[in-house]
């Protein structure tokens, strides 16, 4: 898919995310950004950039982009996502759907749920 089109933070949030590079991906977020993933909630970069170490770097997740939608304020991005990770359970492959909104050229709010489409 090409990732052009999609906004440039977005753009840098794929780039950071795949290096890795923690400090880059953390800079994507607003300072009071929130992030809701496995039924949890992160408020402000310190919790995002604790939740970002233990739930995507220590277990090398790999985004590859699949979808774009566009839904009202937020771009909706299908990510086919893969790591080192238990995936009893899961499906194969497992796709994620990334819910960003963004403000001042920041993520200020992502939310990570299963993909109902593809």
């Not at 780039?15 to 408020?43: M, R, T």
Request: proline content about 5%; some cysteine.
């Amino acid at each position: 898919m090409d990732t052009s089109l999609l906004p440039q933070v977005i753009q840098d949030f794929i780039a950071a995310a795949n290096k890795p590079d923690p400090d880059a991906y953390i800079d994507c977020f607003s300072e009071d950004a929130l992030v809701f993933d496995e039924g949890k909630e992160w408020g402000g970069k310190t919790a995002i950039k604790k939740w970002s170490a233990d739930h995507h770097f220590a277990a090398n997740i790999t985004l590859e982009p699949k979808q774009v939608k566009q839904h009202e304020e937020e771009v909706i991005v299908v990510f086919k996502v893969d790591g080192d990770f238990d995936k009893t359970g899961l499906p194969d492959p497992l796709n994620l759907d990334f819910y960003f909104q963004i403000e001042n050229h920041k993520i200020k709010q992502l939310t990570i749920r299963l993909s109902k489409g593809l």
